[in-house]
């Protein structure tokens, strides 16, 4: 099972990123797919899930407005839409795969950097 994470890199604030998660490996439609991150010094924070047919959908109040999670089942891929970055929300990315019935197994990617600065 692999879960890869792309598309962070360097943008200004009040730009925009668009992040990507693959999962091979699974049966993609039995996960809930979500994001997390961590900033320097800080403990690992919820961003965004979306459940296994994409219409369900939650957010953490910081990102809400903001950020957009969405799936494509047949890419075995979820996107994170990000507009409006600030600062703060520079962080390295994590993609989050559970098992919607069981919660597990579970499995996280490796991160990606997303870094907000003029």
């Known amino acids: 099972v692999e879960v890869v994470e792309s598309g962070g890199g360097l943008v200004q604030p009040g730009g925009s990123l668009r992040l990507s998660c693959t999962a091979s490996?699974?049966?993609?439609?039995?996960?809930?797919i979500s994001w997390y991150r961590q900033a320097p010094g800080k403990e690992r924070e919820y961003v965004a899930s979306?459940?296994?047919?994409?219409?369900?959908?939650k957010y953490a109040d910081s990102v809400r407005g903001r950020f957009t999670i969405s799936r494509d089942n047949a890419a075995k891929t979820v996107y994170l839409q990000m507009i409006s970055l600030k600062p703060e929300d520079t962080a390295v990315y994590y993609c989050?795969?559970?098992?919607?019935?069981?919660?597990?197994?579970?499995?996280w990617g490796q991160g990606t950097q997303v870094t907000v600065s003029s």
């Open positions: 989050y795969a559970q098992d919607k019935i069981r919660g597990w197994p579970d499995y």
């Open positions: 979306i459940f296994s047919a994409g219409r369900i959908t």
């Open positions: 490996g699974v049966t993609f439609t039995d996960y809930v």
